[in-house]
């Protein structure tokens, strides 16, 4: 696995565009702490839960009280019978702790991702990370078997797939989802321990020091909470940034 610590917003871009150059279709996750894995929420959640049945208890218990209580509020949540993969998309997207990992085709979307404080709260010291995975050749896009639309939860191995645009912010951040599978123990396999992919990434760390910089940069360009976050949330989250980095007092 590569890593490469980027100068500033140009050099990231170059970089990344280096990278992606001939033939390689890539996509990116934005990170805001270059040491943290490559993992999703549920394993985040709870770390310290080392046996199968324990985390599949509530991971299935989660997935349950969101088909129970969520349907009221989503239109157009399929039925768990006919296409769980597809639920559990959307519960990710609205924050549920699930197997599922966020990524991006577009790089800036990362970018801001790594470098706005949507990733939760960490020091203001740590470098924030992209990181880039390069789909292999004999990758299809649009083949995912059917017993794993509709079992998402038993997969023995991690997998690569593009969701449906079935969410505003899917279509706006370019989503795509990587599904991660358990080990032996119980534990939710990391896709930079996993050796089917480890060897098919890379990382851009961005010095914390230019965060502001890049945040700013990425807003000339249109890329905010308002646009990668196209509801009310988004907006109202832009508003005050936006004022306090443009507003002068007279």
Not at 174 to 200: P, Q, R, T
């Amino acid at each position: 696995m590569d890593e490469y610590k980027c100068k500033n917003f140009n050099d990231f871009l170059k970089k990344s565009s280096d990278y992606c150059h001939g033939s390689k279709f890539v996509i990116f996750r934005g990170q805001p702490c270059s040491k943290f894995q490559l993992l999703p929420t549920l394993a985040r959640m709870r770390r310290d839960l080392n046996f199968s049945v324990g985390l599949r208890k509530l991971e299935l218990k989660l997935f349950s009280e969101f088909h129970r209580l969520c349907h009221m509020h989503i239109d157009g949540i399929p039925s768990p019978q006919q296409n769980q993969l597809e639920e559990l998309t959307i519960a990710r997207h609205y924050g549920l702790p699930t197997r599922l990992l966020d990524w991006s085709s577009n790089p800036l979307a990362a970018l801001w991702f790594a470098c706005s404080s949507e990733n939760g709260d960490v020091s203001n010291q740590s470098d924030p990370v992209v990181w880039l995975h390069h789909l292999k050749k004999d990758f299809e896009e649009d083949v995912v078997k059917e017993t794993t639309w509709k079992k998402p939860f038993d997969v023995d191995k991690t997998i690569i797939f593009k969701p449906k645009h079935i969410t505003p912010r899917i279509a706006a951040q370019a989503g795509w989802f990587s599904l991660h599978k358990m080990n032996e123990k119980g534990y939710i396999v990391a896709l930079d321990d996993d050796e089917g992919y480890a060897d098919s990434l890379m990382k851009i760390i961005i010095p914390h020091t230019e965060v502001s910089k890049i945040l700013k940069e990425l807003n000339i360009l249109h890329v905010n909470s308002s646009t990668l976050l196209p509801d009310i949330e988004g907006v109202i989250k832009h508003i005050p940034w936006n004022v306090l980095n443009n507003f002068h007092l007279q």
